[in-house]
């Protein structure tokens, strides 16, 4: 009988603890929720401001104690990172430069922008080399939180949207055709020859190289072969798109040796396919024909109405790889899969394999219904 007294009470201690477990403090500032683990609070000077440029500014406390004691006076000792709101305009003129220490990481429907601010360099002090290493863990532990926990915290708790822009060399040179209204480029390609911007608004093709996209340097060899030349004649700087190869981009100048860069896009699979739309809406504009090799159908296509169908397009050695995929339902997707070759224009094929698949709860697959073509041809 005393048992089932005692159980009630037992309950509600592990409720508490597991509500203690998961407990987390917040601050306010500017009607904005940083929340942080109740674990790493302690540890933090936390300054908050009515200025959208440091809506949030956050330090590791044991360095700025020990500064203090050192007798150290600067601005920025401990720092781990602020937050910022920025305007359209000041985020385009930002991403026009190299923002080091500054990311986007998140927008509104207002028309807002918000700015990841780090230090470019280590602000960690103790008072002597002992308890430095004595107090690394502590070090580590609030970075880790900083940096890998604290942005995709505050979308959520803020209602934001998640948004990412490059700032590479690659990133910063799309922004100057973007935002720049006097930046002066052509476009060239050996299918229509060297094109100017001749009114065509850019925004449609490369806004998706901009954001949600990263170009990183690679140490690869420059790339041979075809490719799109995005040139701006007063820094005589050329910055090659390469057709077919897996994404590459090159930055030329006279000044300095290659650098080749590797794209990673979440809304386009290949950097060259956008520009290449791009090249070609500048071609029709100026009353050009582009002559199609069979470099131009390489790349990733979606479908924007539905949003259910893909294709992807690699180029083999002389031949193209042909990926197409229709989402039929929830649990069914069907699969088209070919092997190209261009002749006269065209992309043509006879070993098309369709398969369309039943996905069960485990996401394990089966094969409903299957056949394969004959000859077919695709093309623009």
Not at 190 to 213: H, I, M, W
Not at 236 to 254: A, D, L, P
Request: proline share 4%; glycine share 8%; hydrophobic share 35%.
């Amino acid at each position: 009988m005393k048992f089932y007294k005692i159980l009630p009470f037992m309950l509600c201690a592990l409720l508490l603890i597991q509500s203690f477990a998961f407990a987390a403090h917040t601050e306010k500032s500017q009607g904005f929720t940083l929340t942080i683990p109740d674990d790493v609070y302690p540890l933090l000077k936390i300054k908050t401001s009515g200025n959208p440029n440091n809506i949030f500014n956050v330090s590791e406390l044991g360095s700025v104690k020990a500064a203090k004691k050192l007798g150290q006076k600067y601005d920025g000792v401990g720092f781990l990172f602020s937050i910022s709101k920025i305007s359209k305009n000041k985020l385009h003129n930002m991403l026009q430069g190299d923002a080091s220490g500054r990311e986007l990481f998140a927008t509104d429907n207002n028309g807002n922008y918000y700015i990841y601010n780090h230090p470019t360099d280590v602000r960690y002090v103790r008072e002597n080399n002992d308890l430095m290493r004595k107090d690394q863990p502590i070090w580590n532990k609030v970075n880790d939180w900083a940096y890998t926990k604290v942005r995709q915290k505050f979308v959520e708790d803020n209602r934001l949207i998640p948004l990412t822009a490059d700032n590479s060399e690659v990133g910063i040179a799309i922004a100057k055709v973007l935002y720049d209204k006097k930046a002066k480029y052509t476009l060239a390609a050996t299918s229509a020859g060297t094109l100017s911007p001749n009114g065509v608004d850019p925004e449609k093709y490369l806004r998706a190289l901009l954001y949600d996209a990263q170009f990183y340097y690679t140490h690869d060899p420059v790339p041979d072969g075809e490719y799109i030349g995005l040139y701006f004649p007063e820094e005589k700087t050329m910055y090659k798109f390469h057709c077919g190869k897996n994404n590459y981009i090159t930055k030329e100048s006279e000044k300095f040796p290659p650098n080749v860069y590797k794209g990673e896009c979440q809304n386009t699979k290949n950097a060259v396919t956008n520009i290449a739309r791009w090249y070609q809406a500048l071609a029709e504009k100026a009353g050009k024909t582009v002559t199609v090799n069979g470099d131009s159908y390489v790349g990733s296509y979606h479908e924007s109405i539905a949003g259910r169908g893909h294709i992807d397009i690699v180029k083999q050695g002389n031949v193209y790889k042909i990926n197409i995929g229709w989402g039929e339902s929830a649990i069914a997707k069907s699969f088209w899969q070919m092997t190209g070759k261009f002749k006269n224009g065209v992309l043509t094929y006879n070993d098309c394999e369709f398969k369309s698949v039943e996905f069960n709860e485990k996401g394990k697959g089966k094969v409903k219904r299957s056949y394969k073509t004959t000859k077919v041809a695709l093309y623009f």
